[in-house]
């Protein structure tokens, strides 16, 4: 049982390129969400879906897109990356209303030069 | 201005010795709290959790404690193991379908053998 598989588990990019952080589980999890995790802020969410074809903003969404065409995968795009964006990126996924524990991804450190 | 806060940004205690990791909030519409553990290079794991409506839920060694009143919430480790050397994190949400957390920047927790 693979759980939650990020890819890759590490980037550089320089400024105003753009990649898709994949993010994917084998847990029929309703629920899926990415987070930014940086020194001294613990974790912020960015965007979360809770269902095929519905997503919605977290709490620090600019520059970010996401997709969820399947209930498995629910990829992030960095649409011109910018320092600021020099993060490691989780990915997690729960059922869904009842169980709140989530179940994370081993992350993406990505740095923007 | 950070809703969850963890003010000790790190904690040594004892091998066999009680931690204590402490967790206040600001949002007094928060109304479920999670731990959270991270060892380095890995995703964070779901610890234990609490609703509001209880003020103690036990799982093992952890033992959450919640004072809604104070708006504050502990994680008792009893007894500590040199294997729970890790980050903790806090989360909260008042999001009925348990999406929107908001985590505190975490606690680096030694255990000296």
């Known amino acids: 049982n693979a759980g939650v598989t990020q890819t890759p588990k590490f980037q550089v990019l320089k400024t105003g390129q753009s990649m898709t952080l994949q993010c994917a589980q084998d847990?029929?999890?309703?629920?899926m969400s990415w987070y930014r995790q940086d020194p001294g802020m613990g974790l912020r969410l960015i965007h979360y879906?809770?269902?095929?074809?519905?997503?919605d903003q977290g709490e620090v969404p600019n520059g970010y897109n996401v997709s969820r065409s399947t209930t498995e995968d629910f990829p992030l795009r960095l649409l011109s990356a910018a320092p600021s964006q020099t993060s490691v990126y989780f990915c997690?996924?729960?059922?869904?209303?009842?169980?709140?524990?989530?179940?994370f991804g081993s992350g993406t450190r990505l740095t923007v030069v | 201005d950070q809703q969850v806060k963890q003010n000790s940004p790190s904690l040594s205690v004892q091998e066999g010795r009680i931690s204590i990791l402490n967790c206040d909030y600001t949002?007094?519409?928060?109304?479920?709290f999670l731990w959270y553990k991270k060892y380095p290079a890995e995703g964070p794991t779901f610890l234990i959790s609490?609703?509001?409506?209880?003020d103690k839920n036990e799982d093992g060694r952890f033992t959450v404690f919640l004072n809604k009143s104070a708006k504050h919430l502990s994680l008792h480790i009893v007894p500590s193991q040199p294997g729970d050397s890790a980050v903790y994190f806090c989360?909260?949400?008042?999001?009925?379908?348990?999406?929107?957390?908001?985590f505190g920047p975490g606690t680096r927790l030694s255990v000296l053998p």
């Open positions: 997690a996924s729960s059922p869904g209303t009842g169980n709140y524990g989530y179940t």
């Open positions: 847990m029929n999890h309703e629920y």
């Open positions: 879906s809770v269902g095929a074809g519905i997503t």
């Open positions: 949002n007094s519409m928060f109304d479920y």
């Open positions: 609490i609703s509001s409506i209880k």
């Open positions: 989360a909260a949400t008042e999001d009925n379908y348990g999406q929107n957390f908001v």
